[in-house]
């Protein structure tokens, strides 16, 4: 039973290089979410899909850009990185329910030198 | 606005002590709430969730949480610690027309021998 499957699980990166980051779910889940997770900070919402088709900025979009592939698959491209965008990236999903929690991936740890 | 305050981001327990992690919200309706922990190098799993039925939740691993409305709180709980309860706890409300987490700063609990 996957659940939420995030691919790499840990990148480096150099200043200006791009990179997409992949997220897919095998639980026909509606709604999808991209976070960073950064000490002392908790996780921010980076971009989210609430339903295939559509998307919407987070938090903290800046810097990154998303696309939801399917209903399965939902993307994290970061087109110039930033040492400031090293972080661990966060991938999850839900039904879309309100009261229904989220499912979360384990995680790409993201380094930009 | 949806906010989330965790007080204390490092609690320290002896194994077999009462574990106390504390949880205040911010919603202009009324909140779903939740629970989750992270162990090392892992992604978020769910503890447990309120989503007003009893004010009294029951999670995994043998956490409990009570809403009290009229405290703005929802503060984790379990009788006995154990050395495997070392992780970090995080915090979240959800509320709103959306389905987007605000999730506290998180509080990193230790268990000593």
């Known amino acids: 039973n996957a659940g939420v499957t995030q691919t790499p699980k840990f990148q480096v990166l150099k200043t200006g290089q791009s990179m997409t980051l992949q997220c897919a779910q095998d639980m026909n889940h509606n709604s999808m979410y991209w976070y960073r997770q950064d000490p002392g900070m908790g996780l921010r919402l980076i971009y989210y899909?609430?339903?295939?088709?559509?998307?919407d900025k987070g938090e903290v979009p800046n810097g990154y850009n998303v696309s939801r592939l399917n209903k399965r698959e939902f993307s994290l491209r970061l087109e110039s990185a930033a040492p400031s965008q090293t972080s661990v990236y966060f991938c999850?999903?839900?039904?879309?329910?309100?009261?229904?929690?989220?499912?979360f991936g384990d995680g790409t740890r993201l380094s930009i030198l | 606005a949806q906010s989330v305050t965790q007080l204390g981001s490092h609690v320290s327990v002896s194994e077999g002590a009462l574990v106390l992690l504390r949880c205040n919200y911010s919603s202009s309706v009324p909140p779903y709430l939740f629970w989750y922990v992270q162990y090392p190098n892992q992604g978020l799993q769910l503890l447990l969730k309120y989503t007003s039925a009893a004010t009294l939740v029951k999670g995994i691993n043998g956490f409990e949480a009570e809403f009290k409305k009229s405290e703005t709180s929802f503060h984790l709980t379990k009788p006995s610690a154990h050395m495997s309860d070392a992780a970090e706890y995080f915090c979240a409300v959800k509320g709103g027309a959306t389905n987007k987490l605000i999730f506290g700063t998180g509080t990193l609990l230790a268990v000593q021998p």
């Open positions: 899909s609430a339903s295939e088709g559509t998307t």
């Open positions: 999850a999903s839900n039904s879309g329910n309100s009261n229904q929690p989220q499912h």
